[in-house]
């Protein structure tokens, strides 16, 4: 005597997966974001005067930062006009670059002085537990096709 017990209809099963690797290549959604963290990130970074994960920004000389002052800028590190932080934290601010496709997002600045501040200063960086965040928010968009109703379940 034989038994047979189907678990799952496999109709199912392959429609689910198909939509996975659908979300897999298309992962825009998800990667927007991840764009949106990347600045939260930026904005940490900048934010702690890059304190965040260890270490600092070297020291402005007291006469620049006594001319900041005198000239009503931001006074901080990395902050006098805010030019700088708002291009890499701000959606849509003048001197961004973001792109954000289906598989790939770009964060950076047009501002000529940004490439100086970034070898001397740097504002662009992640911690582990940012990159850890980024593969969450791809994973959570990915595995989100495996809860949605498909026409193979009806």
Known sequence: MR???????????????????NNAVNAKPALEKVADYMMEVMAK?????G??????????SPGWRARKVRMGLDPRIGHATLALRKSMTKRDAPEQILSVGRTRVTLGSKLPYAK??????????????????????IRRHVLSAWRKKTRAAL
């Open 116 to 137: 100086v501040q970034q070898r001397n200063r740097p504002y662009v960086y992640t911690l582990a537990e940012d990159r850890a965040e980024m593969v969450s928010i």
């Open 45 to 49: 970074n900048f934010q702690s005067q």
């Open 3 to 21: 038994v047979y017990f189907q678990a799952i209809n496999t109709k199912v099963v392959e429609t689910k997966f198909a939509m996975m690797g």
């Open 51 to 60: 304190r965040r994960g260890g270490g600092s920004w070297k020291r402005i």
